[in-house]
């Protein structure tokens, strides 16, 4: 028998391709440091966690039949992943994201992913074709999606009778990609997972703390936020009112991937039985453990 997901995981699958310098960087910077190449994407980070907190989820991406594609999908399925509700393309290629990180943070990433923009609404098809849903019968689990996905798409997943019923976690990709969350402000719909500079772009305003941000969030039509603020206070917000936490305080050694973690502990709690207080101290202490170069579980 094949596996039931115990989430969906929509959005970005592809290959990390990360250069870090144990020393402060500047543009212009060449200095001696390590290049790793993993599996990531915002889907594929949160897939991740939420296997090693003993989940199963299933992806919904695009990842190209290529060799980078082979092997990406060995890769997820190694992981325990659920990879039959992937769109395969025979012409487009799988996509990469490419990040350069010193010891003051992130000093510049390009993410490429061309493909599963192209691909739009067809990586959906397992929704509603029968392998995970069909249109007399939606799905109505968790699902995890992200800001790689074009606004079109994201506007259709906030507004589709197909994931009407889903409990939605949506994130973005990057600052950059934060604006193509209006749709669920806009509509109501979906727990958002932002940082405070992604939620003041949303807003169309700053904040000074996650606290304003949460309730900007909701006074803009947000139904339920998570914001974070770095190693500073974080903020759950919906109707029920907000809680906060500080993060423990630990040493960064990366930083590519702790929002994702964040988000994937976060849903891993509360699927526990975990109150909204308690699931966000579990959030921030599964992102302060990678943040510090361990590996939450």
Not at 183 to 192: D, Q, V
């Amino acid at each position: 028998m094949k596996p039931t997901p115990d989430i969906l995981c929509i959005g970005s699958v592809l290959w990390d391709v990360i250069g870090r310098a144990p020393l402060a960087m500047r543009k212009g910077s060449d200095v001696p440091g390590r290049i790793t190449r993993l599996p990531g994407g915002v889907a594929m980070n949160i897939a991740m966690t939420l296997a090693r907190f003993g989940l199963t989820p299933a992806l919904l991406t695009a990842i190209g039949r290529d060799a980078e594609g082979d092997e990406l999908i060995a890769a997820c399925t190694a992981r325990g992943m659920i990879t039959d509700t992937v769109y395969r393309s025979e012409d487009l290629p799988t996509d990469q994201y490419m990040a350069v990180e010193g010891a003051n943070g992130l000093i510049a990433a390009i993410a490429d992913a061309h493909s599963l923009e192209s691909a739009g609404a067809k990586i959906l098809r397992p929704l509603t074709d029968g392998t995970l849903a069909t249109p007399e019968a939606p799905y109505a689990g968790l699902a995890a999606l992200d800001g790689n996905l074009t606004l079109d798409l994201l506007n259709k997943i906030a507004t589709s009778p197909v994931l009407a019923q889903a409990d939605l976690r949506v994130a973005p990709a990057s600052p950059g990609k934060a604006e193509r969350l209006s749709p669920f402000l806009n509509h109501n719909r979906g727990t958002l997972y932002v940082n405070i500079e992604e939620a003041g772009l949303l807003c169309q305003r700053g904040f000074d703390n996650s606290v304003e941000a949460a309730d900007g969030l909701l006074a803009r039509g947000a139904a339920r936020v998570l914001v974070t603020d770095g190693g500073k206070t974080a903020t759950e917000g919906s109707v029920e009112g907000l809680v906060s936490e500080t993060p423990p305080q630990v040493l960064v050694t990366r930083i590519t991937g702790a929002g994702d973690t964040f988000m994937a502990a976060h849903i891993a709690a509360e699927l526990r039985g975990a109150n909204r207080a308690d699931a966000l101290h579990a959030a921030l202490e599964a992102a302060a453990i990678y943040v510090s170069g361990k590996t939450p579980t």
